[in-house]
Nanobody
């Protein structure tokens, strides 16, 4: 499956952005969809994930209550609504797809379980 992320940009602290990730190539509804991010000089980290049906979601503590993941299987698209952005949210954001069931937050954070990755979209939050 091919993933194309979009929607990044430069915003001020407190603003909102919505990222999109559109999939092509295989049946989108087979995949759990996650968002990860990587800041300069840091490792890639888990942000959030949504199950195949959309019934389960998990969030990193750092974004809980500010970010919301959703998906539209008819449009082969997953979204990341980011509110109350902070400078520490600055990173390249990647969407990723994984087959199989999500087994909770700890399982969802495992990067190696994601089979397909998008190219990333830059989010920069100024103070």
């Amino acid at each position: 499956v091919q993933l194309q992320a979009s929607g990044g940009g430069l915003v001020q602290a407190g603003a909102s952005l919505r990222l999109s990730c559109t999939a092509s190539g295989r049946t989108f509804s087979r995949y759990g969809m996650g968002w990860f991010r990587q800041a300069p000089g840091k490792e890639r980290e888990f942000v959030t994930v949504i199950s195949k049906s959309g019934g389960n979601t998990y969030y990193a503590d750092s974004v809980k209550g500010r970010f919301t993941i959703s998906r539209d299987n008819a449009k082969n698209t997953v979204y990341l609504q980011m509110n109350s952005l902070k400078p520490e949210d600055t990173a390249v954001y990647y969407c990723a797809a994984r087959e199989g069931t999500l087994y909770g937050l700890a399982d969802s954070r495992l990067i190696w379980k994601y089979d397909y990755w998008g190219q990333g979209t830059q989010v920069t939050v100024s103070s």
